[in-house]
């Protein structure tokens, strides 16, 4: 059995699933260097969804096509966007700074059927609170438009109106440059995304990513809670 990998119409490569532990967000993987892939996979037995990881996640990505469909997928949506990191798969290197427990993959939050990194955290005035990792992204970040991460607060803990910001951010260069996106806030309904333009970022800089994270920002006391982002993308 083989997976086959369509670009352009043409048949680029196959992977004979015969001989791994199949894992389907192994796309994203293939999505990092080939932007333009449209999936066809085809299984049985062994390899049918329900006896492998996250197929629920692989069959909704945009990417994905049908039998019937080769040759005729509309990338004008979607070619240039691309999973750095997400958490359906655990949270591989990521960490916390000043932070009461965590972090750790959680269900809680749930973005596009990807879950979430979340961490627990001790609401003060003026608190900063960061998740991040020093894992270097898998394919390269200069050329690309932004980054774009998707947020979320638990409902408890808050007092004294107290609200939650968040930026995103990188570090890069020798020096360990600091470059953030605008503070946006956070609510406990749904998803907000946190937009960083690497277009003000210099290039040769991009070539040299440090670190990357989302840092967090109270604006009054309360109790304890949970800070969340499910998934970071690049275009």
Same mark, same amino acid.
């Given at each position: 059995m083989?997976?086959?990998i369509?670009?352009?119409? %043409?048949?680029?490569?196959?992977?004979d699933c015969? /001989?791994?532990n199949?894992e389907f967000? @192994?796309?994203?993987?293939?999505?990092?260097?080939?932007p333009q892939?449209?999936?066809?996979?085809a299984w #049985?037995?062994?390899?049918?969804?329900?006896r492998n990881?996250?197929?629920?996640?692989?069959? #909704?990505n945009p990417?994905i096509?049908? @039998?019937? +469909?080769?040759?005729s997928v509309d990338?004008t949506?979607s070619?240039?966007?691309?999973?750095?990191y #997400?958490f359906?798969n655990?949270?591989?290197?990521? %960490?916390?700074?000043?932070i009461v427990?965590?972090?750790?993959?959680? #269900?809680e939050f749930v973005?596009?059927s990807?879950?979430?990194?979340? !961490?627990?955290?001790?609401?003060t005035?003026?608190?900063?609170?960061?998740?991040?990792t +020093?894992?270097?992204?898998?394919?390269?970040?200069?050329?690309?438009?932004?980054?774009?991460?998707? !947020?979320?607060?638990?409902?408890?803990?808050?007092?004294?109106n107290g609200?939650i910001t968040?930026?995103?951010?990188?570090k890069?260069?020798s020096?360990?440059?600091?470059?953030?996106s605008?503070?946006v806030?956070?609510?406990?309904?749904?998803a907000t995304? /946190?937009?960083?333009?690497?277009? %003000?970022?210099?290039?040769d800089?991009?070539?040299? /990513? %440090?670190?990357?994270?989302i840092?967090y920002?109270?604006?009054?006391?309360?109790?304890r809670t949970s800070?969340?982002?499910?998934c970071i993308?690049?275009?």
């Open positions: 083989a997976n086959l369509i670009l352009d119409g %043409k048949l680029q490569f196959s992977i015969s /001989i791994i199949y967000l @192994r796309i994203t993987t293939i999505q990092s260097k080939f892939v449209s999936y066809f996979v #049985n037995d062994g390899w049918s969804p329900i990881k996250n197929a629920y996640a692989f069959f #909704n990417r096509i049908n @039998r019937g +469909q080769i040759g990338r949506t070619s240039t966007s691309t999973i750095l #997400n359906s655990g949270i591989a290197e990521w %960490k916390g700074s000043n427990d965590g972090p750790w993959q959680s #269900n973005f596009k990807t879950d979430s990194l979340k !961490a627990d955290i001790q609401l005035a003026g608190g900063q609170y960061t998740l991040y +020093q894992q270097k992204p898998n394919f390269e970040i200069s050329g690309r438009k932004q980054l774009i991460a998707q !947020a979320r607060t638990a409902s408890w803990g808050f007092a004294n609200q968040a930026k995103l951010y990188i890069a260069g020096s360990w440059t600091w470059f953030d605008d503070s806030q956070l609510n406990s309904n749904t995304a /946190i937009v960083l333009d690497l277009n %003000k970022i210099p290039s800089k991009l070539y040299d /990513i %440090k670190e990357i994270g840092q920002e109270s604006n009054a006391y309360g109790d800070v969340y982002f499910s993308t690049i275009e």
